[in-house]
């Protein structure tokens, strides 16, 4: 493992972009639970899986019940989403946030909808599937604070007169454009792709370290911190993984990088 860690510090030292993408799998230690680990929300309820294929056509159909669902009156989703909000940073996250505090990371593009990277310091955060925090109009697509959200009557409206939603990006719906086309210009920028806690299985995510290795072949490095190897470590797509947790490991790896202890 000592190896892999002084390998990565390397890659991120020579680096001039480096990107992170990150999953449930960095806030397992946060004491939120990931989707498909074996304690995951999936792997451990495929009634619950269901309900959050149903949630973006629920919200389609019926804003007021969608509503209903979210802020956990009927349910235990909405709760789920209370307990995001609730959550702290781990050492992993603190650990982004200091590279990135050091010049070496330049942007993180998170799947987690639970805030804790900017909660942790990191500055250019793209949200890929949104945020708990937040909420987002169906129509014109602005967001505003969850917290200072009047949600006495059901559905909240926008100032446009648009109906809002949570801004978590649901199976099914489309991921915004204005952060799809952040991402893509991260990833066409990226010499080095750090990807830390996902099991690569949902795309477009999935998809980035795909394209990053098309449109850069050889010359980008990709490297991958996880518990367990995924279809990008399988089809070749990263050059390495390093296999463990993402509390232990990124803290060693700021260590290496900026040459303390
Ligand atoms: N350290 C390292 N790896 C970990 C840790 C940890 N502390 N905890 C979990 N993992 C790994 C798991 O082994 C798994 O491979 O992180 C990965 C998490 O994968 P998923 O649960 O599939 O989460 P993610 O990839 O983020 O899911 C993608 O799917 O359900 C949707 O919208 C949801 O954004 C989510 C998307």
């Given amino acids: 493992m000592g190896d892999l860690i002084q390998r990565a510090a390397d890659d991120l030292?020579?680096?001039?972009?480096?990107?992170?993408?990150?999953?449930?799998?960095?806030?397992?230690?946060?004491?939120?639970?990931?989707?498909?680990?074996?304690?995951?929300?999936?792997?451990?309820?495929?009634?619950a899986e269901a309900k959050a294929y149903k949630r973006y056509d629920l919200f389609l159909r019926g804003p007021g019940a969608y509503w209903e669902e979210m802020?956990?009156?009927?349910d235990t989703h909405g709760a789920?989403?209370?307990?995001?909000?609730?959550?702290?940073?781990?050492?992993?996250?603190?650990?982004?946030?200091?590279?990135?505090?050091?010049?070496?990371?330049?942007?993180?593009?998170?799947q987690n909808i639970d805030g804790l990277h900017p909660k942790a310091g990191s500055k250019n955060v793209i949200e890929f599937h949104g945020s708990v925090n937040k909420l987002r109009c169906?129509?014109?697509?602005s967001r505003s604070g969850f917290e200072?959200?009047?949600?006495?009557?059901?559905?909240?409206?926008?100032?446009?007169?648009?109906v809002l939603k949570l801004d978590v990006v649901h199976f099914k719906e489309p991921i915004p454009l204005d952060v799809m086309r952040r991402a893509e210009d991260e990833v066409a920028k990226c010499d080095v792709m750090l990807i830390c806690g996902t099991s690569a299985v949902v795309y477009?995510?999935?998809?980035?370290?795909?394209a990053a290795r098309m449109d850069r072949g050889s010359e980008a490095v990709i490297i991958e911190v996880n518990a367990e190897p995924t279809p990008l470590t399988d089809d070749g797509?990263?050059?390495?993984?390093?296999?463990?947790?993402?509390?232990?490991?990124?803290?060693?790896?700021?260590e290496?990088?900026?040459?303390?202890?």
């Fill in 148 to 162: 200072e959200a009047a949600l006495e009557i059901l559905p909240p409206l926008c100032h446009c007169g648009g």
């Fill in 256 to 261: 290496a990088v900026l040459k303390r202890g």
């Fill in 80 to 110: 789920f989403y209370h307990d995001l909000r609730k959550a702290e940073p781990n050492a992993g996250h603190y650990a982004l946030a200091e590279l990135e505090e050091a010049g070496v990371v330049k942007c993180v593009v998170t």
């Fill in 13 to 47: 030292k020579k680096s001039l972009h480096v990107v992170v993408l990150t999953g449930a799998g960095m806030s397992t230690e946060s004491g939120l639970r990931d989707f498909r680990g074996p304690k995951g929300l999936w792997t451990t309820s495929k009634e």
């Fill in 138 to 141: 169906h129509s014109c697509g």
């Fill in 237 to 254: 797509i990263s050059d390495y993984l390093i296999q463990g947790k993402l509390g232990e490991i990124l803290p060693q790896i700021v």
């Fill in 204 to 210: 477009p995510f999935a998809g980035l370290p795909r």
């Fill in 71 to 74: 802020l956990g009156k009927k």
